[in-house]
């Protein structure tokens, strides 16, 4: 095999979710579409290379002069920040159209196996933001698991002394979950959440 | 979202093997890890749109002047041709060094379902050779599926007229594999080719 293909398929089996195999597969794939389909790749990777940036307000990731579209778009409630863990959380809350808020996108959670410790929540730029812009509430939305759930309450701990009000997305039975195949976590977190 | 990212995301989930949520999360990580990732893999794919070829005579692909690397080594058997289904087999079978001859590609296999007849098997292009380099034999090294093993008897039947003698690879029980797991199909040719 060529040394160049060889390299390509190292660099495609480190991304998240592909192994060699399935990383030969697709450098394979791009080779025998060299014009319907590496070349348009190519492009698109340079331009989003050449154009997308990291928001220096929220985090997101977009196309941008100065911030994303969604801190410039001012018809969304300033007083409503959505602290979420990643881009892509962001972006499937944005799919439901369900917030008109704007967003807080954290570097990472409090993870002692990682070594994420507070500073990955840039809480500072989050004050400091509720305090320019007069925030009534901050809703976080993290994942239900240990990193997520303890990050949640060093957020809430950090605000408490705040005029900010703080609130977690609610949990429970998801829609369309049929009780006998939730595990008993979601369950005892439901019965005891019910209203 | 940027539509650029949209139309990266949506390039990458029509590559083999992904789909529109896990080529969210390969762009995302790629966004993110821009100088690390992003550019090396640019080069990468850049180079090897530049450079890499499909081989005229066997079907590799490879980066050469001519031809590819292994049709170019005179130190391999001349009078051997393994035919495989694709460029992926040619490799699987190198990486096992058990093989010293030269290969045939296919296009694909016989299938009515995706429309490819004898055409795609270039055997005109195989007999030529078998001519020109006095081959003694051919060994077909295709899938044990439906689609293989007619394309396999299809060969076969082309070449029982000349002198050139025809083998296909043995089937039986996987190295390793137990007798209680293997398939009753595998287990009666495993019978049949007792030996």
Redesign the interface.
Known sequence: ?????E??IQ??S?????GPR?A?????????H?EE??????L??????D??KVCPICGN????QEVC?ICADSSRRNDLICVVE???DL?AI?RTSCFKGYYHVLKGLLSSISGHGPEVLLLDKLSNRCKKNDVKEIIIALSATVEGQTTDHYIKNYFKETQVKISSLAHGIPMGGELDYLDDGTLFTAFSARK
């Open positions: 095999m060529s040394p160049d293909i390299v390509l660099k495609f480190r991304l998240p979710g592909l399935s030969r597969r697709i450098v394979i794939h791009l080779i025998q060299n389909i590496l070349e348009p790749m190519l698109g990777l340079s331009k989003v290379h154009n997308v990731i977009d196309t941008f579209s990643s881009v892509t972006w944005e």
